[in-house]
């Protein structure tokens, strides 16, 4: 059981990177976890549902699109919002997780500037902006499960994003970290920027590891 959503077995929770899959197995070992590459959040998803999932969860780190919602700060969508369409997301849980509720926006790529961050959130309202939540919204919609965003942020929208941290990661939800290095060597003056990005990102994932905790209570 993971309390607060019922038996585990229904439970599918898409992320996109390696460390968010492993905080999310750890919410019970029974919980249905696919992590994959941009673009693949919905096939994930599908199956998902496939092998018997009856609730969908987009779980994971997210970039942050306004002052107020710093490093570490849980967001849980009440809408998500993509460039074909508005789905809705269930925000029950946000209370028991100290969370904000909010809109999220499911793009394709990463969104590095303040400038562009803010243009984002003056075009959809949304708080955050991850790549897998808009595919995962919309497979839940098409399938008639109920759907939960849960996103903590990392870069806020006031960090602009350094070369390194915008690179691809690998087919299993790894940084590269041939290319990250490559990436230093060429633009050394970003090494401050990264150091600051590492430091968001594990305030983000804190605040992860917390709400595996909760729902696995």
Same mark, same amino acid.
């Given at each position: 059981?993971?309390? !607060?959503?019922?038996?585990?077995?229904?439970? @599918?929770?898409?992320?996109g990177?390696?460390?968010?899959?492993?905080?999310?197995?750890r919410?019970?070992p029974?919980?249905?976890?696919?992590?994959g590459?941009p673009?693949?959040?919905?096939?994930?998803?599908?199956q998902?549902?496939a092998?018997? #999932?009856?609730?969908?969860?987009?779980f994971?780190?997210? @970039?942050?699109?306004?002052?107020?919602?710093?490093?570490?700060?849980l967001?849980?969508a009440?809408?998500?919002?993509?460039?074909?369409?508005?789905?809705?997301?269930?925000?029950? !849980?946000?209370a028991?997780?100290?969370?904000?509720?909010g809109?999220?926006?499911?793009?394709?790529?990463?969104?590095?500037?303040p400038?562009?961050?803010?243009?984002?959130?003056?075009?959809?309202g949304?708080? #955050?902006v991850?790549?897998?939540?808009? @595919?995962?919204?919309?497979?839940?919609?098409?399938a008639?499960?109920?759907?939960?965003?849960?996103r903590?942020?990392?870069?806020?929208?006031?960090?602009?994003?350094?070369?390194?941290?915008?690179?691809?990661?690998?087919?299993n939800?790894?940084?590269?970290?041939g290319?990250?290095?490559?990436?230093?060597?060429r633009?050394?003056?970003?090494?401050?920027?990264?150091?600051?990005?590492?430091?968001?990102?594990?305030?983000?994932m804190?605040?992860?590891?917390?709400?595996?905790?909760?729902?696995?209570?």
């Amino acid at each position: 059981m993971t309390g !607060l959503l019922g038996p585990a077995e229904g439970i @599918g929770i898409v992320v996109g990177m390696a460390a968010e899959a492993r905080l999310a197995r750890r919410i019970t070992p029974h919980v249905r976890v696919a992590a994959g590459l941009p673009g693949e959040p919905a096939r994930l998803a599908a199956q998902l549902v496939a092998e018997g #999932a009856t609730i969908l969860i987009s779980f994971g780190i997210a @970039g942050g699109l306004t002052n107020d919602v710093v490093p570490g700060t849980l967001i849980v969508a009440d809408r998500i919002v993509t460039d074909d369409g508005e789905f809705p997301g269930t925000s029950a !849980l946000a209370a028991a997780l100290g969370a904000r509720i909010g809109a999220i926006y499911g793009g394709l790529g990463i969104v590095a500037t303040p400038d562009d961050k803010r243009d984002l959130h003056h075009r959809t309202g949304a708080l #955050a902006v991850d790549m897998e939540t808009g @595919g995962v919204a919309w497979l839940a919609a098409k399938a008639g499960v109920p759907f939960i965003a849960i996103r903590a942020i990392a870069d806020p929208a006031w960090r602009t994003l350094p070369p390194a941290a915008t690179l691809p990661l690998d087919a299993n939800g790894h940084p590269r970290l041939g290319a990250v290095f490559s990436s230093i060597f060429r633009q050394p003056n970003q090494l401050p920027h990264l150091i600051a990005v590492a430091r968001e990102s594990g305030a983000a994932m804190r605040a992860l590891a917390r709400v595996g905790r909760i729902l696995g209570a």
